[in-house]
């Protein structure tokens, strides 16, 4: 069977002389039955219509912060380290995948990223912006910390994981404030914080926990199948 090709974008680590992804984007791409392949980030987006039409589907991946500046706020000192040419990126590559009609799944920055695109802002730090929260959302160590999400019953992404209540890994400090109208929040975490967003026909989802470092669980594993059987059509 035809594996329909997944491209993920590649971002700066280790310095800006090197472009890498984590592999476990590629792993739970391949397990699901895709071939992944690394968009490098390129600071030049004239040539993103090529690009994606080499694609079947986009994996949008997490990443640094989001530059401030796209939703219209200053940098405030809590805000961390964020890289525009990568937003710029990602942008032309999303706004391009939704123009082709090709299937888009978004982790973590990926979700922000989708958000800020389509108007929405983001808490530049979590602990200082939403200081009631009672979840820690941050990276832990040596295991990850995982909070749970409640979904919305009639979402596109509770029908694929086969339930509205699902534990998710968590590793951000920024989240979603004012959320874009072009996409609907479906997850949130105990303390409110938006975990899940989808357009209306599915074709577009992000999640804001890292479900590629989740395929242990059957869930998550049928979330990468749907995605990528869906980019196979
Ligand atoms: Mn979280």
Redesign the pocket.
């Known amino acids: 069977m035809k594996r329909p090709v997944i491209g993920i974008t590649a971002v700066q680590a280790f310095g800006e002389r090197i472009h890498a992804q984590r592999i476990t984007y590629p792993h739970a791409v391949w397990a699901a039955g895709g071939e992944p392949i690394f968009l490098p980030c390129n600071t030049n987006t004239d040539n993103v219509a090529q690009i994606v039409s080499m694609l079947d589907g986009l994996l949008v991946p997490g990443g640094a912060d989001i530059d401030p500046a796209l939703y219209g706020e200053e940098v405030q000192p809590y805000c961390g380290a964020y890289y525009r040419h990568e937003d710029d990126y990602d942008i032309a590559l999303i706004k391009e995948a939704v123009k082709q009609g090709k299937p888009i799944l978004a982790t973590c920055r990926g979700m922000q990223i989708l958000n800020v695109l389509y108007g929405g802002t983001m808490y530049q730090d979590i602990p200082t912006q939403i200081p009631q929260s009672n ?1 820690d ?1 941050s990276y832990g160590q040596p295991e990850e ?1 995982l ?1 749970p ?1 409640t979904l919305e019953a009639d979402s596109h992404l509770a029908r694929i994981l086969g339930s509205t209540e699902v534990i ?1 890994n ?3 400090h920024q ?1 979603v404030k004012d959320p874009c109208t072009a996409l609907r929040i479906v997850g949130r ?1 105990p303390d409110g ?1 938006v ?1 899940a967003m989808e357009n209306e026909d599915g074709s577009i989802i992000g999640v ?2 890292h479900p590629e470092r989740m395929q242990h669980m059957e869930i998550y594993r049928n979330l990468f199948k749907d995605f990528v059987d869906r980019c196979r059509k």
Do not use: L
């Open positions: 979840v959302h910390h909070h999400v998710a968590t590793s951000h989240a975490a914080v975990e804001q926990w």
